[in-house]
């Protein structure tokens, strides 16, 4: 069971916590967010025919095989189920031709533009979270792939600095509650340890599904922060730090959380 303090009181307290280091957590105490919801929230990630996020999932095998623009990314691919296994669980990746990490969406969207000449989608367009979700779920059971590609490593390092660096109007950083203070609550919710293992999700919350970026973008909100746009560097940077530090967990592929 967590603590509970008040609102006010535990941003007094995060603000006066130091920055920890980067990669904080040992493998040994790494939890997913799934573990810190309630027995009910959990048995409706487990069950496909209760889980909201099969209705994107479901949209996602549709637009696979759509060959209505007149290439479908089947017609590439082939069965996604074969073809498609274990691919949410390594990215974000590098891109030879951009010479820049991309993350699953901005691959999907580089996808869309070179093979199928077809404009990019938005970070939270339906078609792009629905095929998200479809690609996800290829992956569901596989660990989330270690960070072994040395052109990485500047974006990897700058991804870091991000997570400890104190951010916004309240002064907080991501390690500061996802490191330190995980597994006790603030506003009334349960800190989690901020583990992208099951993107895109369904949140109970938004009553819809989402991206990591929506829900990072919730957490600059929540510290008063200047915005990073959706597959924009800066977040692709760290996205790719959170993938690194959930090294090895499984991938959920996709999830409910509160």
Known sequence: MGWRIPLALAVGLLAALPNSPSLAQGAESRRSGFDFMSAATQALQRDDAQNPVMLWVAEGARRWRDDSAGRAC?????????????????????????????????????????????????????????????????????????????????????????????????????????DQLAGGRLGGSTIPQGHPTAYPIYRLQWQSAGSLARRLRGCFTGVRAEQLAPMSREMIELELFLATRAAGMLHEGPGVRP
């Open 74 to 178: 089947a017609g590439c691919h082939g069965e996604a189920e074969r073809s498609m296994r274990g691919v949410a669980a390594r990215y974000p990746a590098w891109d030879e031709r951009l010479g820049e990490p991309v993350n699953l969406q901005k691959r999907i969207n580089l996808c869309r533009e070179r093979h199928q000449q077809q404009p990019p989608l938005g970070s939270e367009d339906e078609a792009m979270l629905a095929l998200e979700a479809y690609l996800a779920l290829q992956s569901r059971g596989v660990p989330i792939a270690r960070t072994d590609d040395p052109r990485l490593a500047g974006a990897l390092d700058r991804g870091g600095k991000f997570y400890s660096a104190r951010i916004g109007q309240l002064a907080l950083s991501c390690s500061q509650c996802h």
